[in-house]
């Protein structure tokens, strides 16, 4: 009896529990590459990116730990403007439009968070999707050099102060 108690309520509960996921794809990993010193921005490496890059709504830069007050964003949505497509090989610079970029402090961690939608195609099944992209990064010292870099943090173990666990060599590898 216990058995058939514990199935029925299973077989209760996980439609339910389903119906409160997201789908497949909407929660993907930002891509945080560095351009002169400064990062860059850019969606992750996927077919469905590649075929039909997502429209970008907006995007916003926070330290970790600031109770996600933003430092720099810039939101597509606004009148008199379009929200771009971004493939994989582009990157969102960023202070590049939007609000004054507030400066990167040595040894801050800072996450970034680019929303949008997928083009979907009309009269299809495939309608458009939302997505977020998500990231983490730090700013490091180039070893022997009197220059900066952006580097990539794990979001699991972003601090808010303190030095950054990592450094960058000439060669923008990652070393401690």
Not at 94 to 116: D, F, K, S
Not at 147 to 166: F, K, L, N, Q, Y
């Amino acid at each position: 009896m216990e058995r058939l108690q514990a199935w029925m309520l299973s077989a209760l509960l996980l439609p339910m529990m389903a119906i409160g996921s997201a789908p497949p794809g909407r929660y993907q990993q930002a891509t945080i590459r560095d351009l002169d010193g400064m990062p860059c921005f850019g969606v992750a490496d996927t077919r469905e990116a590649r075929s039909d890059p997502p429209l970008i709504a907006g995007i916003s830069v926070m330290e970790v730990g600031s109770g996600g007050t933003p430092i720099w964003e810039r939101i597509f949505l606004r009148a008199g403007t379009t929200e771009p497509a971004l493939g994989p090989d582009q990157c969102i610079g960023y202070g590049l439009g939007g609000t004054p970029a507030g400066p990167l402090r040595m040894g801050a961690h800072y996450q970034v968070e680019i929303w949008g939608r997928t083009p979907g195609t009309p009269g299809n099944s495939g309608e458009a999707q939302s997505r977020w992209y998500h990231g983490c990064f730090h700013v490091a010292e180039v070893i022997g050099k009197n220059e900066i870099r952006t580097a990539v943090s794990d979001c699991s173990t972003a601090r808010s102060s303190g030095p950054p666990a990592t450094h960058l060599d000439r060669k923008n590898r990652i070393s401690s």
